[in-house]
């Protein structure tokens, strides 16, 4: 059973469009955190949302925690090809991440 | 400041074989986690660590597995009589105390195959 669902799995976008990933669960998570890993490399943290209905934003992408902190989405606007890589949405449970299987995204110049 | 760092990148080992995996938490860090990446699988968690005390050891397999994060020096994720199936990426993390352990920063990881 996957406790954090992503969708899409596989995302092919040509360069300039907008997106959405999501990450839903069941369950309650006292925070939320998104990491891009690229291949052969550890996950990078991009951001962690600790408040339910928190918005938050890094430059072309932004971060929102659902305001049950059940669920959470990542839109990326204009992409670009080096957003290209697997995001990963991980759900904190007592110092232990819980990681969705993730979303692979490929942005085409 | 000094990432995450995980050595070996590589490691090859014959069935049957130990494998040590080393890690250094970032500057500041106290707390270390241990995750497994297998082949088309999602990260999983191992253990959790502070500094000589195992916090959560459930994602550890029973038996052949074992960690430890000593007063001094780095983390070790030791792998007794490897076997095929313990081929995967093992990526270390580390984070800052509470309230902030959520924070959870990853290293480069470690690439153990085993013929």
């Known amino acids: 059973t996957q406790l954090l669902e992503q969708s899409p799995q596989f995302l092919s976008i040509q360069e300039g469009e907008n997106l959405t990933v999501y990450c839903n669960s069941s369950s309650v998570f006292s925070s939320l955190q998104w990491y891009r890993q690229e291949p052969g490399e550890g996950p990078v943290l991009l951001v962690t949302v600790v408040t339910g209905g928190e918005v938050k934003k890094l430059k072309r992408l932004t971060f929102q925690f659902g305001d049950a902190r059940k669920d959470s989405s990542l839109h990326i606007t204009a992409a670009q090809p080096g957003d290209t890589g697997l995001y990963l949405c991980?759900?904190?449970?007592?110092?232990?991440?819980?990681f969705g299987q993730g979303t692979e995204l490929s942005v085409k110049p | 400041n000094a990432g995450v760092m995980q050595n070996p990148r590589h490691l090859v080992r014959r069935r049957g074989q130990e494998a040590r995996l080393r890690c250094s938490p970032m500057?500041?860090?106290?707390?270390v986690y241990w995750y497994r990446q297998l082949p088309e699988e999602g990260l999983k968690f191992m253990v959790y660590l502070q500094k000589e005390n195992i916090i959560d050891e459930s994602g550890m397999p029973k038996e052949r597995f074992s960690a430890e994060f000593p007063k001094e020096g780095p983390s070790i994720l030791r792998i007794q009589q490897v076997v095929r199936g313990d081929s995967a990426a093992y990526f270390c993390?580390?984070?800052?105390?509470?309230?902030?352990?959520?924070?959870?920063?990853f290293g480069p990881g470690t690439r153990l195959t085993v013929t």
């Open positions: 993390a580390s984070s800052p105390p509470q309230p902030l352990a959520y924070e959870q920063y």
């Open positions: 500057k500041g860090h106290s707390h």
């Open positions: 991980a759900g904190d449970r007592g110092g232990k991440l819980i």
